[in-house]
């Protein structure tokens, strides 16, 4: 059975870091490209941004308000992709997802997250 | 970015009826549009991919159609379970935009 579990949420102040986890279990981690998602309190969805699987170079792209303050990682030995989020803002409060994506083959284009997690919040208050 | 427009942005709608809704994109997205379903204090689902292609083991009561800028999902015969709120989100391209939402409510 396909799993994702995030973690490492929780309060922190603005201009702090926080790294979030998201562990996999049930696949070949290595296999897929992975996405991070988040939600507001009684908001929509925020793509956050992605890293491909190494097979495609391990490449990751974000989203606009998080470029050059969030980055991806993944360790595939371990199944575990990570979200390091500097420079935290208030409007960063959200519950966090990590998602499985299928049918990214290295370029911008295609991509779909299929398994999510349960999400993790993430509250930036003083 | 693509801009991603729901309509409506909610509807009431009773047991047994028939919905539609719309997701218009600010530029093409050829078929590269999903949508998704969530409900309170979960987790969204993937419903359908590519536009059009229904994931395995969601109900056929969800269909979907479009191509380039205009894209509908539709659910028939609405049961109890699928009062939730519906997302289409791109992924022509990043970054991955997300409409605003549906909410589907019970009339």
């Known amino acids: 059975e396909v799993q994702l579990m995030e973690s490492g949420g929780g309060l922190v102040q603005p201009g702090r870091s926080l790294r979030l986890s998201c562990t996999a279990s049930?696949?070949?981690?290595?296999?897929?490209?992975v996405s991070w998602v988040r939600q507001a309190p009684g908001k929509g969805l925020e793509w956050v941004g992605f890293i491909r699987s190494k097979a495609f170079g391990g490449t990751t792209d974000y989203a606009a308000s998080v470029a050059g303050r969030f980055m991806i990682s993944r360790d595939d030995s371990k199944s575990v992709a990570y979200l390091q989020m500097n420079g935290l803002k208030i409007d960063d409060t959200a519950v966090y997802y990590c998602?499985?994506?299928?049918?990214?083959?290295?370029?911008?284009?295609?991509?779909?997250?299929?398994?999510w997690g349960q999400g993790t919040l993430v509250t930036v208050s003083s | 970015d693509i801009q991603l427009t729901q309509s409506p942005a909610s509807l009431s709608a009773s047991i047994g009826d028939r919905v539609t809704i719309t997701c218009r994109a600010s530029q093409t997205v050829t078929k590269y549009l999903n949508w998704f379903q969530q409900k309170p204090g979960k987790a969204p689902k993937l419903l359908i991919d590519g536009a059009s292609d229904l994931q395995g083991g969601v109900t056929s009561r969800f269909s979907a159609s479009g191509s380039g800028t205009h894209f509908t999902l539709t659910i028939n015969t609405l049961q109890r379970e699928d009062f939730a709120t519906y997302y289409c989100?791109?992924?022509?391209?990043?970054?991955?935009?997300f409409g605003q939402g549906t909410k589907v409510e019970l009339k």
């Open positions: 998602t499985r994506d299928i049918g990214n083959y290295g370029g911008k284009r295609g991509g779909t997250a299929d398994y």
């Open positions: 989100q791109q992924s022509f391209t990043v970054p991955r935009t």
């Open positions: 049930g696949f070949t981690f290595g296999d897929y490209a």
